[in-house]
C-alpha cells in the first residue's frame, strides 16, 4: 500500500513537473528569440489571469521583401495554427492563407505586428 502511495505521488509529481517545463519554454525567451525547434517567440497572452498563450512565428516562404508566409503556431489554452502571408512592401496589409476563419477574431493584433517587424526586412506596420 505504502509502495502504491509513493508511486502516485511520484508520478503526480513527474506529470507536474511536465506541465509547468513542457511549451512554456517561452517564459525564458524574448521576443525575437528563436527556440530549439526553430521558431520565433512572438508574443505572450495573458488569459483569465493564470494562464496564457505564448505566439510563435516560422518562416513558410518568401525573402521578406515581397509577399512573406509565416507559419504562426501557440499550443497553450487556445491552440491555434495558420499561414499569415505579410505584404512587407505595404504597411498594414496581410492575409491568413490557413486558419483565417480563427485568425481574424482571436489572434492578438500584437502577434501580427511583431510577425511583420520580425519577417519583413522593412518593417513598415
Same mark, same amino acid.
Given at each position: ?56 512565428? %516560422?518562416?513558410? $516562404? ?9 507559419? #504562426? @503556431? =501557440?499550443?497553450?489554452? !487556445? ?18 492563407? %490557413?486558419?483565417? $476563419? ?9 502577434? #501580427? @505586428? =511583431?510577425?511583420?517587424? !520580425? ?7
Amino acid at each position: 500500500m505504502i509502495i502504491k502511495q509513493l508511486s502516485i505521488i511520484t508520478l503526480t509529481l513527474a506529470l507536474s513537473t511536465a506541465v509547468l517545463t513542457g511549451p512554456s519554454q517561452a517564459q525564458d525567451m524574448g521576443v525575437g528569440d528563436v527556440g530549439k525547434d526553430g521558431r520565433t517567440f512572438l508574443f505572450n497572452q495573458p488569459l483569465e489571469g493564470v494562464y496564457w498563450n505564448n505566439w510563435f512565428g %516560422e518562416l513558410v $516562404s518568401g525573402d521578406g521583401n515581397t509577399e512573406t508566409d509565416v507559419r #504562426i @503556431i =501557440t499550443e497553450d489554452k !487556445l491552440p491555434f495554427e495558420g499561414i499569415l502571408r505579410i505584404s512587407c512592401q505595404i504597411p498594414g496589409d496581410h492575409l491568413w492563407t %490557413e486558419g483565417a $476563419s480563427w485568425a481574424i477574431a482571436e489572434v492578438p493584433e500584437d502577434v #501580427i @505586428i =511583431t510577425a511583420r517587424r !520580425l519577417f519583413c526586412a522593412s518593417s513598415g506596420a
